[in-house]
């Protein structure tokens, strides 16, 4: 699994957030729930250390995801 971050989600997530490349990857790799949204964005969610993690990623190709944000909720 290939993970490339937009400018924004870098910011947000490594230095804003603290989250994780390996919760991330947790995320996606084995989700609680699933939605996709308009665009081609996908939604996920999966509980990670007693709070909900949400990644919105988009497909960049062959097991390539683009995160463009994720938050503890």
Do not use: Q, W
């Not at 910011?11 to 804003?16: K, L, P, S, T």
């Not at 957030?17 to 996709?36: E, F, T, W």
């Amino acid at each position: 699994m290939k993970l490339e971050f937009t400018d924004h989600a870098k910011h947000r997530i490594f230095n804003e957030r603290h989250i994780s490349v390996a919760n991330i990857k947790k995320v996606i790799g084995s989700p609680d729930g699933i939605r996709y949204e308009v665009g081609g964005l996908v939604k996920c969610k999966k509980k990670v250390d007693e709070r909900e993690l949400v990644v919105v990623y988009s497909r960049g190709g062959r097991n390539v995801f683009v995160i463009v944000t994720a938050y503890f909720k």
